[in-house]
């Protein structure tokens, strides 16, 4: 169901949008969480490895597809709240244009240099297998996963998370059942994980396209609306693939961090990679209200009803910050228990090692709510140049931890790379923010996508 976001009090739009995104990215993070658990439990330490070497790899790859789905859904978002309905159709066909030739190329170009890649990180000899395997295969899925994320992204921008929620958790029912199938059913191992993964994402996209076919007629697409102009597709693409790139740019600080990483050896990967899952869900909260603002921000951008705005990031930081608090203390307190799941009772250091990334990672959760809440906000905007500084800092701040902290604090070192990436990245998105919320007065609405 589409949801004008233009009128009503802005704490109870964004809360009531983000609690469905709160669900369903926690559906999205437990696709690699059900990898993780069921490789290392199922496999061992060594497999859990595998998998969790390759992290940095998923990130680059899935997070740009991320990131530019929801960026070329943020013109779809404004021509809603323009309440202009041929804007809202020719948007849609722009997304799935400019997002399926991107997919295309990722897996083109990113097949061939997955073992270069893995051999450049000095993945360990005894997971090279296995690891190229797992990662080759989520590469040859990304139009799978593209597909799908545009899909849940235009019907994010016209105010429906809910259903997209309804489909994330359908496809990792699918998933849960494939993976045990697929890793001991088949003897497929490690590339069985990925294998199930690209299976359930087949079922999940045919489902959500026949829904909408059915149910969703403002994003059913004319054909004359396929007829886009050049000024069409710039315009998408100017935001859509800035954001995917912005991604792409914190990915590649976790690439080199990873390749430090791998130099302490299967243990400290192992701890790593199941402390990153226990993380991930944790801060689903923080980047689904972020999202939430994106397109909140982007319908009464549309609508010119700018001041709303400023009254909406306001209740999404006291909202954001409640849940980054709660989700630190549960990290702190009972992550040890969780990555205890993921390796079994005998791995005491692999568990001590995660608990201390966690506890480090939570004591600064409150940053990264507030970094969220202001990129997504300045990208609902449309404002692409401070996002993308913003994900440069993120870069360069791991790159520091990598070649300093690592070399000299081993482990522990590692774990301080997030908290130095999100203060850097936080500080430029405050000042822009501030600067841009003094233009936020309402004017006329916007006619054009």
């Known amino acids: 169901m589409t949801k004008d976001m233009t009128e009503g009090k802005p704490w109870r739009l964004i809360l009531f949008f983000a609690l469905p995104l709160i669900a369903g990215n926690m559906m ?14 199922f496999l061992g330490v060594k497999a859990l490895a595998a998998v969790g070497c390759t992290g940095c790899l998923m990130f680059l790859m899935i997070g740009f597809v991320m990131g530019m789905t929801t960026g ?52 360990p000899p005894e997971i090279f297998d296995d690891a190229a395997a797992f990662i080759s295969i989520i590469c040859a899925g990304i139009p799978l996963m593209s597909l799908f994320a545009m899909q849940t992204n235009l ?9 997209a929620t ?20 088949f003897d497929l191992g490690v590339p069985g994980a990925a294998l199930a993964t690209a299976a359930s994402q087949v079922f999940a996209n045919a489902i959500c396209f026949f829904y909408i076919r059915r149910h969703i007629s403002a994003l059913w697409i004319r054909r004359e609306d396929w007829r886009l102009t050049k000024e069409e597709l710039w315009e998408h693409a100017r935001i859509g ?7 792409s740019v914190v990915a590649l600080g976790a690439i080199i961090l990873q390749g430090a990483l791998n130099g302490l050896g299967s243990q400290s990967i192992a701890a790593y990679a199941a402390a990153q899952r226990v993380d991930a869900v944790a801060v689903m909260p923080m980047i689904s209200f972020g999202m939430a603002m994106a397109t909140y921000t982007a319908q009464n951008f549309g609508a010119r009803r700018l001041s709303r705005i400023r009254e909406g990031v306001k209740a999404c930081i006291l909202m954001s910050g409640t849940f980054s608090i709660l989700a630190a203390a549960f990290n702190i307190l009972c992550g040890g228990f969780v990555i205890e799941g993921f390796v079994g009772v005998g791995e005491t250091e692999v568990v001590e090692m995660g ?20 990129r ?29 902290l690592i070399d000299r ?3 522990l070192g590692a774990c301080f790379a997030n908290p130095m990436a999100w203060v850097g990245a936080c500080v430029p998105l405050v000042i822009a923010y501030a600067i841009v919320r003094k233009t936020l007065h309402d004017a006329p609405p916007v006619t054009e996508i």
Do not use: H
Not at 30 to 39: N, P, Q, R, S, W
Not at 88 to 111: K, P, Y
């Open 28 to 41: 999205q993070q437990m696709y690699a969480f059900v990898d993780t658990f069921l490789v290392g439990r």
């Open 409 to 411: 604090f081993g482990y």
């Open 241 to 247: 693939y800035t954001m995917g790139f912005q991604s």
């Open 72 to 123: 070329l859904a943020i013109k779809t978002g404004q021509a809603f709240g323009a309440k202009n309905e041929e804007g809202v159709r020719r948007s849609a066909a722009a997304c799935t244009v400019l997002s399926v030739v991107m997919a295309a190329g990722m897996v083109v170009c990113g097949l061939p240099l997955i073992r270069p890649i893995l051999t450049v990180l000095d993945t």
């Open 155 to 163: 019907l994010r921008a016209l105010g429906d998370s809910r259903l």
């Open 355 to 374: 608990r201390t990334f966690l506890v480090v990672n939570g004591l600064c959760y409150i940053v990264l709510s507030l970094l969220f809440i202001f």
């Open 166 to 185: 309804i489909m994330l958790s359908g496809g990792l029912i699918i998933n849960i059942v494939f993976e045990p199938i697929f890793i001991l059913g």
């Open 376 to 404: 997504f906000t300045l990208q609902g905007l449309g404002q692409t140049a401070m996002p993308t500084f913003a994900g440069i800092m993120e870069l360069v701040m791991r790159a520091l931890a990598a070649i300093f």
